[in-house]
């Protein structure tokens, strides 16, 4: 069972950035897609960057310009830079790794980003 860890959050002010990281246990790493979810308070979890298992990324529009995914098999770390931070980036973010023909899904613990204004 892959085990993933994040790290990274905080308290920010608006425009500032942070830089999150997600820690994988496991060899499944260098083949799984990966994302990274958001759930602000009172709202459902939500898809804020993916990248498939070559390096190629997905952000939705909402965050697109601000938000880069990466990540380096060789550490079995993933990474999330956010930019230009809003207070609706405000969330618990999540680390998931997508299932593989060899393993199911997995969910990190999250990590709290506040932005205040």
């Not at 459902?44 to 990248?51: D, F, H, K, P, W």
């Not at 770390?77 to 593989?100: A, F, H, N, W």
Request: charged content about 15%; overall charge positive.
């Amino acid at each position: 069972q892959v085990q993933l860890v994040e790290s990274g959050g905080g308290l920010v002010q608006a425009g500032g950035s942070l830089r999150l990281s997600c820690a994988a246990s496991g060899s499944i790493f260098s083949v799984a897609a990966m994302g990274w979810f958001r759930q602000a308070p009172g709202k459902q979890r939500e898809l804020v960057a993916s990248i498939s298992s070559r390096g190629n990324p997905f952000y939705p529009d909402s965050v697109k310009g601000r938000f880069t995914i990466s990540r380096d098999n060789t550490k079995n770390m993933l990474y999330l830079q956010i930019d230009s931070l809003k207070p609706e980036d405000t969330g618990v973010y999540y680390c998931r790794l997508s299932p593989t023909s060899a393993t199911v899904g997995a969910w990190g613990q999250g990590t709290q980003v506040t932005v205040s204004s």
